[in-house]
């Protein structure tokens, strides 16, 4: 494991280059949750004196990340510069592998989308879908007219479980062949990039941390529809990813003991009663399997008032009560997020029906957020959450005990001044 943070051992550490290294990043992490915002601003969020933000700031500026922008009247004395994010201090790509299709973006440092492109995945072989997503990559890189050392890396999510860059897609539907690919250490060799890979919920979850629900909420869980459902978990502003890469897999939970038989093996699985699966199956007939259902179908039927699905409604909001009973009861968040690739008629509607929620122990003393809302970005990009992950391991205090670390080609990547200034090296590991 060679991705180095210097930073990375506070709190045995002495090392001066160490401290100067995290007291950088988390100015850049203040200007980039709250800027344009003021030296002395940061200065009291942050805890440093003026002079110490001043040239923290300095360095942050001859490197790229930061600039100023306007000043700002005050009641005394000169007008306060501004201090926000350049956009252009990088750029990273973001890949997300979705049932039928992929999409790919290229975003700026500020996530604004700079290239996009979609494809459809005819054949879903690993190393087809990888040669695919390698032009993808190549693709957004001629359109951007941006060059690789611009680039920190790449995202890419996966509906399945990650475990050392390989991941473990659906082997019922997809085969075995994509049981433990190597994903990332492939697509490094195809882009010349560093790449990272995570589960679609799990991304989801970083990117409502960096740019939705995460400015209000310490700690969420983010509800993630897919075909199936799971989970992305927030404690405390960093994500969390379990052991092994499967925490937040609430689609497996049991909710019904004995109940309706799941792929996993298990009887009851949350999945089973809540999904976009299940409610696919109400309405699919014989001639075609749920994921052969359009989103756009059910959504039809939803307006329309279909008996089917309004069956399925009120029986898979009362799973989803249980559900966050249950996610309350284990973890104590601010607020469960819901979202993902569900038809937004059918999320109203399952929120609807799992209203009123079960009894929360916990006295929530005048939360000024819900038990249950919907995510605010969504769904339709998660690509954008995949092209977080490279800022998000950046932003991440411990990045170097991150299970993303392990992911490796062993090659060799450029080096980049920008990250180096953050004490981050993602050029070898
Ligand atoms: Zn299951």
Known sequence: MNLRVEGDRTLSGTNLLQTRALNRRAV???????GPVTRAELAQAIGLTVQAISNIAFELESAGLIRQQGKRAGQRGQPAVELSLDPTGGYSIGLSLAYRRVIGVLVDLTGEVVASEARELVEREPDVTANVLGRLVSHLLEKSKLRR???????CSVPGTVENGAFWYDKV???????????????EELTGLRTFVENDATVAAIGERLYGIGRVARSFFYLHFNLGVGGGLVLDGHHYRGTFGGAGEIGHMIVKPGGRLCACGSRGCLEQYLS???????????????????????????????????????EAG????????????LFDPDTV?????????????????????????????????????????????????????PMAVVMQPHASGSAWASTTSGLPMPTNPALAALGIDFSSR
């Open 149 to 155: 050392e611009n680039i920190w890396g790449i995202g």
């Open 318 to 329: 009362q799973y989803l009560r249980i559900a966050i009973r249950n996610i309350e009861a």
């Open 337 to 389: 997020v819901i979202g993902g690739g569900l038809p937004a008629e059918l999320l109203e509607g399952l929120i609807a029906a799992a209203s009123p929620l079960l009894p929360n122990m916990v006295h929530r003393r005048a939360s000024p957020l819900p038990r249950l809302m919907p995510a605010e970005h969504a769904s339709e990009l998660p690509a954008l959450g995949a092209a977080a992950l």
């Open 276 to 314: 976009f699966y299940s409610a696919a199956e109400t309405v699919c007939g014989p001639s075609r399997t749920p994921d052969e259902v359009p989103g756009e179908e059910l959504a039809a039927y939803c307006r329309q008032g279909d008996p089917r699905l309004v069956a399925w409604m009120n």
């Open 28 to 34: 850049f992490d203040a200007v980039r949750r709250s």
């Open 173 to 187: 539907q997809e085969g075995e062949e994509w049981e433990t690919f190597p994903l990332a250490a492939k697509l």
